[in-house]
């Protein structure tokens, strides 16, 4: 079966240090990985995904993801956090395996961001 | 710029009562879905569509009907309120089923069933 696993449930860190929210998927053929943000009461935003090609992704607001292959892992990066990123993070796998076409997701990852 | 819209943003229900959550988007996308959120489950798939007249059930479809007229709209019928229902419903659209495709989503649909 496929699946996403998030293993944090918190991230801490504080603002102008790098983050990092871990991600990793077991799927059977070529993954197809994406990264959403949940803002309080609000919608997940796309940020970035997987396909094939290059190993890192440039995604919005200044995320970018790392995709290796030999570690099963798509880890979310950013080089300078703000505090305005504090939010839920999902790490999703688009399901391969039936014809619904739905994205897998982790369970989530709530990034806090301190001044 | 709308993307994917969704009414109504927060809705209570009695139980038994039925009601309908709309979503719309102006995108042309073919493919469009239905997520509840749920503590501890995450986002499961409850119905989805590849095209007009043609909808599917996802993981948790029952006391869910959808039904898909139009390219642009795909409302979801809750026929019998329960409060097992109570939950975040996301509307979500693609441009095929395609596997590379970005889903994008709209911003919730928060429904309390008492």
């Known amino acids: 079966a496929q699946s996403v696993a998030q293993p944090e449930d918190q991230v801490n860190v504080a603002e102008g240090n790098p983050l990092t929210v871990k991600c990793t998927y077991s799927?059977?053929?070529?993954?197809?990985l994406f990264w959403y943000v949940q803002y309080p009461n609000r919608g997940l935003q796309f940020l970035l995904k997987?396909?094939?090609?290059?190993?890192l992704v440039k995604g919005s607001y200044g995320f970018e993801a790392e995709f290796n292959k030999s570690q099963t892992s798509f880890h979310l990066k950013k080089p300078s956090a703000l505090v305005s990123d504090s939010a839920l993070y999902f790490c999703?796998?688009?399901?391969?395996?039936?014809?619904?076409?739905?994205?897998?997701f982790g369970q989530g990852t709530t990034l806090q961001v301190k001044p | 710029n709308a993307g994917v819209t969704q009414t109504p943003k927060f809705q209570v229900l009695k139980t038994g009562q039925s009601m309908t959550l709309q979503c719309a988007q102006d995108?042309?996308?073919?493919?469009m879905s239905w997520y509840r959120q749920d503590p501890g489950m995450g986002l499961r798939l409850i119905h989805y569509?590849?095209?007009?007249?043609?909808?599917d059930q996802g993981e948790v479809p029952n006391g869910y009907n959808v039904s898909r007229s139009t390219t642009e709209d795909f409302p979801l019928r809750l026929l019998s309120a329960a409060p097992s229902q109570t939950s975040v419903y996301f509307c979500?659209?693609?441009?095929?089923?395609?596997?590379?495709?970005?889903?994008?989503f709209g911003e919730g649909s928060w429904l309390t069933v008492v």
């Open positions: 999703a796998v688009r399901d391969g395996t039936s014809n619904t076409g739905k994205l897998i």
């Open positions: 997987y396909i094939t090609g290059d190993n």
């Open positions: 569509s590849v095209g007009a007249g043609i909808t």
């Open positions: 979500a659209s693609s441009y095929s089923e395609g596997l590379g495709n970005t889903i994008y």
């Open positions: 799927v059977s053929g070529n993954p197809y």
């Open positions: 995108m042309n996308h073919e493919y």
